[in-house]
């Protein structure tokens, strides 16, 4: 079977960094570019600490282009306080192979898409800027996207504020385009990721690998846990981003649900919040389905298989 054609918008922290390096690794991907966006730290880091990351992959041909820095409307919220000064800080990355694209993201985007013989999966594992522009502005490309797989939202609370997760609250209106678009779509929620917890023995299985992607990985996963401790109080960090992935790789590892999906634009307490009707409340009709619950131990063996090879 020919591999699926990915294009993979993101805003590296530290989980964005193991989702890219699950993509380089599996067969089963064909990673067409990287975009780039704000989130975890400003966009200009996310460009660099994406070159990097493909530095340590020695992997020099996947090209990368800059996007949003900033959302729709208001003001960029950035995640430092758990990613770092660097975006990625912990590990001591090599310096990139390559340079940016001239192309800014939408445009390369778009062209990409235009370009490719069948339809592109479009992953978002940022705030979904770059893809709600694209669509917004070029609505011609929809029939080129297979789906959007976006890591973002819950079904329960958030993590920016008690009701939004940090990618939704950045720019909610982007997501709101991108839900409303027609799209195929699917939602992996905080609801999911807060089952992918690196715990020290996956850590350990990282450093296990003994070559610089394991080593780097497990550095990645320090940091991470020590201020997903500080901030969350959380006993192991959530490795939120690799999960779009592994759920194009191997589907089964998620459990999903249909549902109807909103985002809430206005609210004082609640912008930013996933409007989740799991029973069918709203009598709305669904527009996404849902990313309910992880194999964890499957989807540990699919990702440290992929940076294992990835490494070797």
């Given at each position: 079977m020919n591999p699926?054609?990915?294009l993979l918008d993101c805003d590296p922290g530290h989980d964005d960094a193991i989702a890219i390096l699950l993509a380089l690794g599996s067969p089963h991907i064909d990673l067409l570019g990287i975009t780039t966006t704000f989130g975890n730290c400003p966009v200009e880091k996310s460009t660099y600490n994406t070159q990097r990351i493909l530095a340590l992959a020695e992997r020099s041909d996947v090209p990368?282009?800059?996007g949003a820095a900033g959302p729709l409307a208001g003001e960029a919220h950035i995640g430092d306080y758990i990613h770092g000064a660097t975006g990625i800080d912990g590990p001591d990355l090599p310096e990139p192979l390559a340079p940016q694209l001239s192309l800014e993201a939408v445009e390369f985007l778009r062209t990409s898409l235009l370009a490719a013989p069948a339809p592109v999966t479009v992953v978002a594992i940022g705030p979904i800027t770059n893809i709600a522009r694209l669509l917004r502005d070029h609505p011609g490309v929809g029939p080129k996207i297979a789906e959007v797989v976006f890591m973002g939202g819950s079904t329960e609370?958030?993590?920016a504020t008690p009701a939004a997760e940090f990618n939704t609250y950045a720019d909610p209106e982007a997501l709101d385009i991108v839900l409303t678009s027609g799209l195929p779509i699917r939602m992996v929620g905080l609801n999911l990721s807060h089952q992918a917890l690196a715990t020290?023995?996956?850590?350990?299985?990282m450093r296990a690998m003994d070559h610089p992607v394991g080593r780097a990985?497990?550095?990645?996963?320090?940091?991470f846990g020590g201020t997903y401790s500080d901030v969350f109080d959380f006993a192991a960090p959530p490795v939120h981003d690799p999960c779009t992935?592994?759920?194009?790789?191997?589907?089964g590892l998620i459990v999903w649900h249909k549902a109807f999906v909103a985002v809430e634009t206005e609210g004082r307490w609640t912008r930013?919040?996933?409007?989740?009707?799991l029973h069918d409340r709203l009598d709305e009709p669904p527009n996404a389905q849902v990313a309910i619950t992880l194999d964890v131990e499957g989807y540990w063996d699919l990702v440290l298989d992929a940076l294992d090879r990835v490494g070797s």
């Open positions: 699926m054609p990915v990368v282009a800059t609370r958030g993590n020290p023995e996956i850590v350990e299985r990985c497990a550095d990645l996963m320090g940091f992935i592994a759920a194009l790789i191997d589907p930013g919040a996933t409007v989740v009707d």
